[in-house]
C-alpha cells in the first residue's frame, strides 16, 4: 500500500505495522496509520512519518471502527456515557431513535407506554424537541458518536389521547411538523414500529402522510415492520410502499421470519427484496442470534420455542430465568406469568439459524445489535454483536470473508445513513478506529452470562481519542452528535 498523504512528517499518533481492511471491500493490505487531532493524515507506508504516540500493531486489524445501526441507546448515551457495552467490541458510532422508539421530542410525567419503557424510565422522557435532545448529547458527551432517528411512537405518544385508533387530520399534521422540526435539528431520518400496540392501528396512510416530511430532507424510512412471521411478505410490500411514496430510502431493522411455520421462509423474504431495489433504494440489517427481545408479550409467546425474562418490575428476581420455569412455580400458564409479570421483558428464540445464516450472508446485509442496555438480563448481542460477525460468522463458518465482515459494519453503514467522513480508512476520515486480533476476536457474551465484553479488541478509537485499550475502558468520551446537516456540506476542518 502506497503512502496516501505520507508527505507530512510528524502526526499526534502513529499505528504501525497492522494489516489495514479499509471499509470498502478492498483487499486487506499492510500499511501504517497517522492521526492529527481528530482526523487521520495519512495512510501506507509512513516510515518517514514520526509520531507524537507510536503503537505497534504487528498481526492485528486495523479498521474503521464499528457503526451500530440499530441500537436503543437513546438515553444511556447521558446516563451511562462511557458506553461499554459497545465500545468494548468496537463500536464507534450508534444509531439510535430505532423502532418508532427515540427520547425526543416527548415529555411525560409517569411511566411511558411499551415499548418506550425500553428506552427510559420514569422522569426520564423530558426533551420537548429533538434539538433539545441533540443539544444535551453535545453538552454532555458519551463515548462513541451517536445519529439519532425520530420514532413513530415517540410523535404519536406525544399528541393523541388513545393509541389504539388511527390518528385523524389535525394529530398528523401535529406529528408531521415535529418531524419537520427534527429534520430541521439534525435528525436523520423517521423510525417506525409498526408491529407494537402504540402503533399498530396506524395505518399505511397515517406513516405516508407523516413520512412525506422526509422528502425535502432527503432523509431515510427505518422500520420494524408490522409483522416479522406469517404476513412478512406483506410487511415488506407495505414497507417499499411507504418507501416509494414518500421517495426516501428505505432501512428495513432486524430482518428475521420468526416462528417455526416460517422456518425457511428467507428463501422467499430476501428475493423480494432484492426485486424491491431494482425499483428504489432499499437496505437492511441484522443481528447475529437466532433469538429476539423485546417486551414480554402473549403473542410472542405463543411463537417461541423457548423464552427468558429479561426484567420485570413486578418480579426482579427471575430475570434471565426461564419463563416456563417462572410460570410453573406460580401454578399458571407461561401467558399467565407474563401477565404477572408486567411490566416485563423477554428473550425469545423463535427463529432457524440457518435463516439467521443466510440473511448475514446476503449481499448488502448491515450488522446492527438491537440491544437493550437497560435490561437487567439483557440479551447478549448487547455486549457481543460485531465480534460474533467477525469470530464466528465469518472466521469460523466462512460465511463472510473478513473484508466483506467489515465493509458490512464500517463502509456499508456509513453510506446507507450518510454519515460523512466515517466507516472507510483514508486521509481525511474521521478517526474512528479498531485494532482487533483476527485470530481471536469472538464474543464472549452468553444467554447464561450476557454482560462479558469480548475477545480480541485491543484498541478503539473516537474521533482520534483512545476510549478502550487493552480490556479496559479509558474514561475518554469523545463522542459527538452527527446532525444529519453534515451530510449536505463539508464539517469543519480539525483545529478549526
Not at 487521520?40 to 507510536?54: F, K, N, P, S, T
Not at 389504539?164 to 408531521?176: L, T, V
Amino acid at each position: 500500500m502506497a503512502g496516501e498523504g505520507s508527505e507530512i512528517e510528524r502526526a499526534d499518533l502513529v499505528i504501525r505495522g497492522s494489516t489495514i481492511v479499509d471499509g470498502t471491500g478492498a483487499a486487506r493490505a499492510p500499511g501504517d496509520i497517522a492521526v492529527s487531532g481528530d482526523r487521520i493524515v495519512a495512510v501506507g507506508d509512513l516510515a518517514r512519518v514520526r509520531g507524537g504516540r507510536e503503537i505497534g500493531a504487528k498481526g492485528l486489524v486495523a479498521a474503521p471502527g464499528f457503526i451500530d445501526v440499530h441500537t436503543h441507546d437513546d438515553h444511556v448515551l447521558l446516563s451511562k456515557a462511557d458506553m461499554t457495552p459497545k465500545v468494548s467490541q468496537g463500536v464507534t458510532t450508534v444509531v439510535v431513535g430505532n423502532c418508532g422508539v427515540s427520547l425526543a421530542p416527548l415529555r411525560v410525567e409517569g411511566r411511558p407506554p411499551p415499548p418506550l419503557d425500553l428506552v427510559a424510565g420514569d422522569g426520564e422522557w423530558r426533551y420537548e424537541t429533538f434539538g433539545a435532545y441533540l443539544d444535551a448529547l453535545d453538552r454532555d458527551p458519551s463515548a462513541p458518536n451517536a445519529a439519532c432517528l425520530v420514532g413513530h411512537s415517540t410523535l404519536r405518544a406525544g399528541v393523541m389521547d388513545s393509541l389504539n385508533r388511527p390518528a385523524g387530520a389535525g394529530e398528523i399534521r401535529s406529528m408531521r411538523a415535529s418531524l419537520e422540526g427534527a429534520l430541521e435539528s439534525g435528525a436523520i431520518g423517521f423510525s417506525t414500529g409498526l408491529a407494537y400496540r402504540i402503533a399498530s392501528a396506524a395505518p399505511t396512510t397515517e406513516v405516508i402522510e407523516i413520512a412525506r416530511a422526509l422528502t425535502a430532507h432527503r432523509a431515510l424510512y427505518v422500520t420494524h415492520m408490522r409483522n416479522e412471521s406469517d404476513q412478512v411478505l406483506d410487511s415488506l410490500e407495505e414497507t417499499f410502499s411507504i418507501g416509494r411514496e414518500v421517495k426516501a430510502p428505505v432501512v428495513i431493522s432486524h430482518h428475521k421470519v420468526a416462528g417455526r411455520a416460517n422456518f425457511g421462509r428467507s428463501r422467499e423474504t430476501l428475493p423480494a427484496i432484492e426485486r424491491a431495489r431494482a425499483r428504489q433504494p432499499v437496505g437492511f440489517d441484522v443481528y447475529p442470534y437466532p433469538a429476539s427481545s423485546t417486551v414480554l408479550s402473549p403473542d410472542m409467546i405463543e411463537k417461541a420455542e423457548r423464552v427468558l425474562v429479561a426484567w420485570s418490575k413486578a418480579r426482579p428476581d427471575v430475570a434471565g430465568r426461564d419463563l416456563a420455569e417462572v410460570a410453573s412455580e406460580m401454578g399458571v400458564s407461561p401467558v399467565e406469568a407474563a401477565e404477572r409479570l408486567q411490566p416485563a421483558g423477554g428473550i425469545y428464540f423463535a427463529m432457524d439459524e440457518a435463516d439467521v445464516r443466510r440473511i448475514i450472508a446476503f449481499p448488502g446485509a448491515m450488522i446492527g445489535s438491537d440491544g437493550l442496555p437497560n435490561d437487567s438480563h439483557p440479551h447478549p448481542r448487547l455486549w457481543g454483536t460485531f465480534p460474533r460477525v467477525l469470530g464466528h460468522y465469518a472466521r469460523e463458518l466462512g460465511l463472510l470473508t473478513l473484508e466483506e465482515a467489515v465493509s458490512r459494519m464500517t463502509g456499508l453503514p456509513a453510506r446507507r445513513f450518510g454519515l460523512k467522513d466515517r466507516g472507510v480508512i483514508r486521509p481525511g476520515g474521521f478517526a474512528d478506529l479498531v485494532l482487533f486480533d483476527p485470530e481471536t476476536i469472538l464474543d464472549r457474551a452468553t444467554f447464561a452470562q450476557p454482560q462479558q465484553p469480548a475477545a480480541g479488541i485491543m484498541l478503539v478509537l473516537v474521533n482520534g481519542q483512545a476510549v478502550w485499550r487493552d480490556g479496559a475502558h479509558t474514561g475518554a468520551r469523545p463522542g459527538r452528535a452527527l446532525r444529519r446537516q453534515h451530510l449536505d456540506r463539508p464539517m469543519a476542518t480539525p483545529g478549526a
